[in-house]
């Protein structure tokens, strides 16, 4: 949407760190996701954020938030062809609503 | 384990027919969503509910309706189908804000 913005397309070599990127406008924003999708299927909740929090940490996923420049990012280190999805920013203040982006292709190559 | 399931994967109807795309939760959960999914668009809601009986629209409610008659099911009705509503349809559950859970999709092709 437009208040989420992200980038189409992501071409990563396996073994190799991921990383996608992530804008949001509304400074109001409390929560932030990481949504992935598999060919095929529905979302699936990678992990999240508050918005009082600079950084979290979970296996092989980072995610980094700026608040100041409204920047989110998901690193994914150690990229497996398992990796190759589409996935989706989204953030949400107060209530239960979801602002997604648009979502980014991540492609792993051999 | 966590389920939503939706009640079809592929649905083909003509324009101007009255569409029903099902949408059940074995969770309990209060909340349950509708949204569909256009590539290069992400994913828009189109309604929500946050009880029986109870629904708010969305970012695009014209065209669609929807049911939430039991807890665990919610039902989207596109009253005449046209062209531009061929997309993917996503239902969704929560009980907390920061996670919800998704259905597989039923993707609508209206010719």
């Known amino acids: 949407g437009e208040d989420v913005e992200q980038s189409l397309f992501l071409s990563v070599r396996e073994g190799d760190s991921s990383v996608i990127n992530c804008t949001y406008t509304?400074?109001?924003?409390?929560?932030l996701y990481w949504y992935k999708q598999e060919p095929g299927a529905g979302l699936q909740l990678l992990t999240y954020?508050?918005?009082?929090?600079d950084m979290k940490q979970d296996q092989r996923l980072t995610v980094l938030l700026n608040k100041k420049d409204k920047h989110l990012s998901l690193r994914i280190a150690d990229t497996q062809t398992g990796d190759s999805a589409i996935y989706f920013c989204?953030?949400?203040?107060?209530?239960?609503?979801?602002?997604f982006g648009a979502g980014t292709t991540v492609t792993v190559r051999a | 384990d966590v389920k939503v399931t939706q009640s079809s994967r592929y649905l083909v109807k003509r324009t101007g027919e009255k569409v029903f795309l099902e949408c059940v939760q074995d969770m309990d959960h209060e909340n349950m969503f509708w949204y569909r999914q256009d590539p290069g668009l992400g994913l828009r809601l189109i309604y929500f509910s946050y009880d029986v009986k109870m629904k708010e629209k969305g970012d695009i409610p014209e065209g669609y309706s929807v049911s939430r008659e039991k807890k665990e099911r919610f039902s989207l009705i596109l009253e005449s189908a046209s062209t531009n509503q061929t997309s993917m349809y996503l239902c969704?559950?929560?009980?907390?804000?920061?996670?919800?859970?998704f259905g597989p999709g039923t993707r609508l092709t209206v010719t």
């Open positions: 969704a559950s929560s009980l907390f804000r920061y996670e919800q859970y």
């Open positions: 954020i508050f918005s009082n929090m």
């Open positions: 509304d400074s109001s924003s409390t929560y």
């Open positions: 989204a953030e949400s203040k107060d209530d239960y609503k979801l602002s």
